[in-house]
């Protein structure tokens, strides 16, 4: 429904824009005709006026006088009669018109000072152009244009103060407009018609993508995180986003897989105590037992119920770092907590004959949790005494280099193969799977709370091995600066008596 809903917008905002444009595109074609065509006309009358004046201008001085009088030129006199007067028409150039009625024709018009019609070509018309009807009053050297109902008509200040006409019908040049204007208006309505059904096509295929994320979307839940969205057959834009999609879904069943595999391990790792307590506790109950027998029985009830507690806060350790608690940090001096763990495991290394060697600079200072980075250096030792055979040596270094301090870690044990160094630090991975996980003393879990809690510390922890050639854990820390320590105000003399 939204997916429909947001086509139909966008046919809609289609629709007003392709409006907008076919009608001013058709507005300004025909403002442009009409512009076009009235300047051809007043060009038309201009020229007729002109015409006229000269002609009028050509005419001898009496004759001028005595038309400026408002007197009619003497017909007797031949040159004026036959030459100039009755030769007053409007030019050739300005008749050929579509003409259907008489009075559509072009005409003119002189006009004395008193406002008598002293010539005209309208006697032989049906009907008499309103134009001369009056003689206009604001006529000047310059032509003046004016409109009178259909008319057109322009007119100026001739020879002797008379005034020259000349006008025009315009009937036919409005009919031709009005049929521009049907033309324009039926070529825009169907071009409209044929942009707004290929803008809904258009629409249709630009909000398909969309419709198909949607679908994917919707069908993602806890129990359905294997679809992904077809991004082949997409555009790059939208390709592009499904794409950022597709990897969040798998970020996300990454995810969910990880909560589920945590789940269950968690679940083994609790279930296996307490089966061997519940075990040991039904033996100790099905007959009476020795003091010996039921002293054996509770301290194997202590052992799961230690293994269980580790587990525990191993697991509330996971959640307060997975939940971001930031914790209270401050500058440290990283030797010291890397000697203190090293006396603080050289016991369990010396009950197995290995020699714990450390090479640590001094006064190399990170920012942050002394307990938690402790807690790194000890699952990592501790993990190295456990694997190294008995007699080895395992190096400990703390160097700095640029901005990071370099705390390594190399054992001469066993090794790693490389199906399993991408893994170790995954919650509850174990590189011996076919053993029981109470034989191997560990839940899978110290290096995973050493590489969150690294990266809470704005670092990181690798390791490199070789199956038979040991392994080399690498954690490195950013920098920081020593803290001054605020100075020492001495204390005022006390005077005598005080």
Known sequence: MAIKSLRLRIQIWHAAILTLVIVGFASAAYWQQSRWRMREIDRELSSAVEVLSSQLAAMPVDILANIGSGEQPDPTNKTIAS???????VPDTFTPRRIRHRFEA??????????????SSTHAFERIPPAVDYPPQDASSDITYRFQGEWREAFVQ????SIVLAGRYLGTDFRDLQELAWILSGIGLLLLGVGLLGGWL?????VAPIGQIAIVAERISASQL???????SMDREFAGLANTLNQ??????????????????ASHELRTPLSVMNMHQQLALSKPRSESDYRETIEVCQRATRRMTDLVESLLTLARLDANMQPNFTTIEITETVLGVIEELKPLATKRALLLEHALEQSIHV???A????????NVLGNAISHSPIGETIQITLTADGDFAHIHIVDHGPGIASEHLGKIFDRFYRIEQDRSRSDSGGSGLGLSISHSIVRLHQGTITVRSEPGQGSDFEIRLPLTKPETPAPTIPPFPRENGG
Request: net charge negative.
């Open 83 to 89: 030459e100039i007067w009755e030769s007053l028409r």
């Open 226 to 232: 294997s679809d992904r969205v077809n991004a082949e």
């Open 202 to 206: 258009a629409s249709g295929r630009a």
């Open 106 to 119: 072009p005409y003119f018009a002189i006009i004395a000072t008193d406002g008598r019609v002293l010539k």
């Open 158 to 161: 001739g020879p002797a103060d």
């Open 371 to 378: 307990t938690q980075l402790a807690q790194v250096i000890r």
């Open 367 to 369: 920012h942050g949790d």
């Open 248 to 265: 969040t879904f798998e970020r996300l069943e990454a995810a969910f897989q990880r909560q589920s595999q945590f789940t269950s391990d």
